[in-house]
């Protein structure tokens, strides 16, 4: 490493005071997650996966920003495009995919698919497919949290245009009254489907929304991971100490469609270019000063384990049909 950037790296471990270790293990997470989606498209393209998905790249900075400042006995409802929230709570690469791949020895037991995945155990409580539908289940969270006096925090995950839905206002309503410990983050992609966010809100930022709950509302920089842990870190402070929630805006771009079937007809490619000039990844790589080799050979790592994800997961056998009905409740 030159001397340029080691005073690089410096700067930026002490903006945070984390070691170079931590900060490399943030990045390649973040490459992890980039190859896991890229490797899920890729399945896709060949008919290995089925229904549909709904893939993050473009936004890997959000999911490690909010991971890296919440503690693991803290929890995560996350969103319909959430594979890179599940991989940065620490999933793991193989049950994710094998989850993916609809096998016996994923985290619900191929049962899930792409917009089910939860683990438990692990205080992930799952994604769900309906728009919005995290934020009044962020509440019974932060409920039970106070009511037991744990000292944990809830953290859930939604789209600028879950913020249209009512359940976002009375979720936000009812936690700002009871001060629930509940980190409200909304991932600002620009499009709700089709729709940009400046047609459908008619305010500058959507954290200006926290005013009318009587909740701090913070809008950051989605692609700038420690920023984004920097804005998590400070509500978990607030959280913690009995003050209630908080609505961060995580300004960010989806570089794909919102799912398979988009045709991508209402934006374009000098749009979704100008995002890519701003990417998350290699911006963060240049912050902690890594020379090519070092970037190279952690993509490197990134792809190998993504590689030995859909080993194992073509490995695991699929559900027997005899057990299909098990862990359906209605």
Request: net charge negative; aromatic share 6%; hydrophobic share 40%.
């Amino acid at each position: 490493m030159t001397e340029k950037q080691t005073e690089k790296q410096t700067a930026v471990s002490q903006q945070n005071g984390q070691s170079r270790e931590e900060h490399l293990q943030m990045l390649k997470t973040m490459m992890v997650i980039r190859a896991f989606e890229e490797k899920a498209e890729a399945l896709y393209a060949l008919g290995q996966v089925h229904g549909t998905m709904h893939l993050s790249i473009g936004q890997e900075a959000t999911a490690v920003g909010l991971s890296s400042a919440l503690a693991p006995s803290d929890y995560l409802l996350n969103t319909h495009r959430g594979h890179g929230h599940c991989l940065a709570w620490g999933s793991t690469p193989d049950r994710m995919m094998a989850e993916f791949l609809g096998r016996e020895a994923g985290y619900c037991r191929g049962r899930g698919g792409s917009m089910h995945i939860a683990d438990v155990e692990a205080n992930n409580l799952g994604a769900n497919g309906i728009v919005a539908g995290g934020l009044p289940i962020a509440v019974g969270v932060g409920l039970s949290i106070k009511l037991r006096k744990t000292n944990q925090v809830g953290a859930v995950v939604f789209g600028d245009g879950a913020s249209n839905e009512g359940a976002f206002h009375e979720s936000l309503n009812m936690a700002s009254i009871w001060q629930l410990p509940i980190i409200y983050l909304c991932e600002n992609n620009q499009y709700a489907m089709s729709m940009a966010v400046e047609r459908a809100v008619n305010i500058e930022r959507i954290s200006q929304r926290g005013c009318a709950y009587g909740i701090p509302g913070v809008t950051v920089d989605g692609n700038d991971v420690l920023a984004v842990q920097a804005a998590v870190a400070e509500a978990v402070e607030r959280a913690r100490a009995g003050d209630g929630p908080t609505l961060i805006e995580a300004l960010t771009y989806r570089y794909r469609g919102h799912s398979k079937s988009d045709r991508q007809a209402y934006r374009t490619r000098d749009e979704v270019k100008e995002w890519q000039d701003r990417d998350p990844i290699r911006r963060f790589a240049s912050q902690l000063g890594l020379n090519d080799e070092l970037r190279e050979t952690l993509l490197a790592e990134a792809q190998e384990i993504i590689e030995a994800s859909v080993e194992f997961a073509k490995a695991s056998p699929e559900p027997e049909l005899s057990s299909i009905m098990e862990g359906v409740y209605a």
